[in-house]
C-alpha cells in the first residue's frame, strides 16, 4: 500500500503561515479520526506535534493547528519561526496495515 | 523523565538475526502500546510493528510478517523485537514509540541496523 502523499518541499518566510496537506483515502485519512503529525529535525527523533486531527499535546505551540476534510488533512504553522525549520510528516491509521505515513515534507524558513 | 532508550542495532550480515530492545522510564509502561517504526536515512517513516498495553494483540507491516516478532516484558519496562532473516531493505533506523491510543508518542533515540552482504 502506498504512503499518504505529502508535498517534498514547503517554505515561507518568519512570521508567515504555511499549510502542509496530506491526502490518502476513505481506508484511512478519510476513514478515521486518527490522523496525527510529527516534526523531526535533522538527526533527531521524530516529536508528535498534532494528534486525533487537531489535538495538540501539552508542551507543543498553539501556532501548530491540524485540520481534516474528506481524504486529506493538513497541518498549518501560523508565525513561522526559525526553529519550525525540519521534516513534518503525516500519519494516520488504515485498517488494512494498521498505520500508514506520508513520505515527508521538507519545510524551509526563508 | 520520559525516555525510551534501545539498543541492539549493528551491522549484521544478510540472513542473519538481531534482536533490538528499548528501555522505557518516566511513564507507565504497562499502559502503553508500543511500536516500532524505521526510517532509512534520509527517507521518511514506516511503522513496523505494534503491540498491545498487555502483549495481548501484535501486528506487523506485511514486509517484515512472518520474519519480525514484537515483544514485551512488562515487569522489565522492556519492548523487544526479534528480528530474523534480515534483508539488504531492512537497513534502516529503528525507532520504538509509545501509543497511549492513536498516536505514537513519546520516541526513543532510534538505533541503526545495517544489514550487509
Known amino acids: 500500500q502506498s504512503a499518504l502523499t505529502q508535498p517534498a518541499s514547503v517554505s515561507g518566510s518568519p512570521g508567515q503561515s504555511i499549510t502542509i496537506s496530506c491526502t490518502g483515502t476513505s481506508s484511512d485519512v478519510g476513514g478515521y479520526n486518527y490522523v496525527s503529525w510529527y516534526q523531526q529535525h535533522p538527526g533527531k527523533a521524530p516529536k508528535l506535534m498534532i494528534y486525533d486531527v487537531s489535538n495538540r499535546p501539552s508542551g507543543v505551540s498553539n501556532r501548530f493547528s491540524g485540520s481534516k476534510s474528506g481524504n486529506t488533512a493538513s497541518l498549518t504553522i501560523s508565525g513561522l519561526q526559525a526553529e519550525d525549520e525540519a521534516d513534518y510528516y503525516c500519519s494516520s491509521y488504515a485498517s488494512s496495515v494498521s498505520w500508514m505515513f506520508g513520505g515527508g515534507t521538507k519545510l524551509t524558513v526563508l | 523523565q520520559v525516555q525510551l532508550v534501545e539498543s541492539g542495532g549493528g551491522v549484521v550480515q544478510t540472513g542473519r538475526s538481531l534482536r533490538l530492545s528499548c528501555a522505557a522510564s518516566?511513564?507507565?509502561?504497562?499502559?502503553?502500546?508500543m511500536d516500532w517504526v524505521r526510517q532509512v536515512p534520509g527517507k521518511g517513516l514506516q511503522w513496523v510493528a505494534g503491540?498491545?498495553?498487555?502483549?495481548?494483540?501484535?501486528n506487523y507491516a506485511d514486509s517484515v510478517r512472518g520474519r519480525f516478532t514484537i515483544s514485551r516484558d512488562n515487569s522489565k519496562n522492556t519492548l523487544y523485537l526479534q528480528m530474523n532473516s534480515l534483508r539488504a531493505e531492512d537497513t534502516a533506523v529503528y525507532y520504538c514509540?509509545?501509543?497511549?491510543?492513536?498516536?505514537?508518542?513519546?520516541w526513543g533515540q532510534g538505533t541503526l541496523v545495517t544489514v550487509s552482504s
Open positions: 503491540i498491545w498495553y498487555d502483549g495481548s494483540n501484535k
Open positions: 514509540a509509545g501509543d497511549p491510543g492513536w498516536r505514537f508518542d513519546p
Open positions: 518516566g511513564f507507565t509502561f504497562s499502559s502503553y502500546g
